[in-house]
């Protein structure tokens, strides 16, 4: 596989001194274009008594703009074809939508109104804070996303542990006056990134960028801060058959030097049906029905997240496995597996070349954690530059010896921390 496979694209640039960034990624073989808005304006930054308060402030932002009210604001999206998404994470907020590249600007002119006019229809605060308190109920209703939530918790501690959907007590306090004193302090352009891929016309666009967002106002926020972790086990007791657990531990961000040798190495332990949590103790042992490990990264802080899903009788010896897998990564790994994880880690890059939306989002996220972009034929080299000798020499040295545990179920386990 040669990064002659991928087409090196410059990414157009436009930067605001109010602190907002465009980005864009021309495809110009296709008919379509895929946009999104990256605002730092997540659960991070809900008091803590208002949790939830970034997710539900989302949800009324897409009630209706300048003069459309919520009903004639999806009516004209979906006139032109616009498939869009709206989402809250820890650290941002994000609108995204993507159509056909005729219809860009108009498309954009109704963000811009959705981010800069929005109505915020006080009548219709009851029905955001039902949807609102859906998202709560769903969570309950997944042991999984109970135990993950849960860990986050643990493992960002104060506001970037916060659950971006909120409580049912929390979601019950917020009123229409917190909602509107959110969006005044939290929609705003510095750190702000528009982000586009597909079929475009750049003159066009940064002329519309430069148009609609030069004279938005900046409004300064405190940064949020990391609090120290008190790494320890909890127990959600359930009277169920199954026992979910999740484990987490420290990790290196996408800032870091170390990054991509932590990637290699969290794809031999957990990448595919060859990888070792799923081979060892789901395979060979058959000690449970799904087990996983992820990155979790936010912008200055990361963490791995391992799950597993399995019976009460089988779930000390799954955790103790997964114990096991991670601690032996100390030993290195071989060649065969770090050939796996290269072939599988650049098809995926392979394949995300052909998607506007994915370039787009990655484009964003990227210049939002980093404040630089990366190309792809970059991570590329990157990764078909990696050897045996470094990952292990990194593994060696980065051995995780503090973990948070999270298990629920009817029966509590033993863990020794």
């Known amino acids: 596989m040669s990064t002659t496979l991928i087409a090196q694209r410059p990414v157009d640039t436009c930067h605001l001194p109010n602190g907002m960034t465009l980005l864009a990624e021309p495809m110009p073989w296709l008919q379509s274009v895929a946009f999104c808005f990256l605002l730092p304006s997540g659960s991070c930054y809900d008091p803590i008594t208002l949790q939830g308060l970034g997710s ?6 897409q009630r209706g703009c300048g003069h459309r009210n919520s009903r004639q604001f999806t009516h004209d999206l979906d006139a032109l074809g616009i498939d869009r998404s709206f989402s809250t994470s820890t650290l941002y907020s994000f609108f995204g939508g993507v159509g056909l590249s005729a219809n860009l600007e108009a498309a954009l002119a109704l963000y811009t109104d959705l981010l800069r006019n929005p109505l915020l229809p006080e009548e219709q605060l009851e029905e955001a804070r039902l949807v609102s308190l859906q998202e709560v109920l769903s969570v309950e209703d997944d042991p999984a996303q109970k135990v993950f939530e849960k860990l986050q918790r643990k493992q960002y501690p104060g506001a970037l542990g916060q659950p971006t959907s909120g409580t049912k007590e929390t979601l019950q306090a917020i009123s229409y006056n917190d909602i509107v004193d959110y969006y005044q302090k939290g929609y705003q352009p510095k750190g702000t990134t528009l982000s586009v891929a597909g079929n475009y016309n750049w003159p066009k666009l940064k002329e519309f960028f430069e148009d609609h967002f030069s004279d938005w106002e900046v409004k300064e926020r405190p940064p949020v801060l990391a609090e120290p972790i008190d790494y320890s086990y909890d127990h959600l007791e359930e009277e169920t058959s199954q026992t979910h657990i999740g484990l987490s531990y420290d990790a290196v961000p996408l800032s870091h030097d170390n990054y991509y040798r932590q990637r290699a190495a969290l794809g031999v332990l957990s990448d595919g049906m060859s990888s070792r949590l799923f081979s060892n103790i789901r395979e060979k042992q058959g000690l449970c029905y799904t ?3 992820n990155l979790q990264a936010l912008k200055n802080q990361a963490s791995i997240m391992c799950y597993a899903g399995t019976s009460t009788d089988r779930a000390q010896r799954t955790l103790d496995s997964i114990f096991q897998e991670v601690a032996t990564l100390r030993d290195g790994i071989n060649q065969g597996e770090l ?7 650049k098809s995926g890059l392979i394949r995300q070349q052909e998607s506007s939306l994915f370039r787009c989002q990655a484009l964003a996220r990227q210049w939002f954690q980093l404040g630089k972009l990366r190309s792809i034929v970059e991570i590329y080299k990157i990764i078909e530059e990696l050897g045996v000798q470094e990952v292990n020499e990194y593994l060696l040295s ?9 298990t629920l179920g009817a029966q509590q386990l033993e863990v020794s921390l």
Do not use: H, I, L, Q
């Open 339 to 345: 050939d796996r994880f290269k072939v599988r880690f």
């Open 291 to 293: 087990v996983f490990a």
């Open 56 to 61: 539900m402030t989302n949800e009324m932002v």
């Open 398 to 406: 980065n051995t995780p010896e503090k973990f948070n545990v999270v």
